[in-house]
């Protein structure tokens, strides 16, 4: 059994938890396995991820069709090392000593899996480059 305490957590936030930062989480957990602990989560959750960014993380071999967006808690970003933002703007909690990115990214929200693709492609090198920089 890994051992979790000494593991990092990160958490992915966005309005809606239906796109970017169920990608991000999706593919940190993939990447990076028991090595990290992952979060996301909405200010204003979705009701269902959006079937497009389902589409394109299963072309990418990531099955994330069970994902279900949840709400940002306060409890979520105090219990997580690094938090990143997804343009949520002012209504992501602030507290000390968390690491805090801000990744400016396009909303996939609406968009076809051809506009969702070249945003898969950004977060996963992001994500590359974050597991390189955490662990």
Known sequence: ?????????VLFVCVHN???????????THLAGDRV????AGSAPAGTVNPAVVQAMS????????EVPKMLTTEAVQA???VITMGCG????VFPGKRYLDWQLPDPAG???????????EIEQR?????DDIT
């Open 37 to 40: 602990e992952v979060r996301s």
């Open 111 to 121: 968009q076809g899996v051809d506009a969702v693709r070249p945003i898969r492609d």
């Open 18 to 28: 239906a796109g970017r930062s169920q990608m991000a989480a999706a593919f940190l």
């Open 90 to 93: 002012d209504t992501c909690p």
């Open 1 to 9: 059994m890994p051992d979790t305490a000494a593991a990092p957590s």
């Open 80 to 82: 997580s090392d690094v």
């Open 127 to 131: 994500i590359r480059g974050l597991i």
């Open 59 to 66: 072309e990418a071999g990531i099955d994330i069709s069970a």
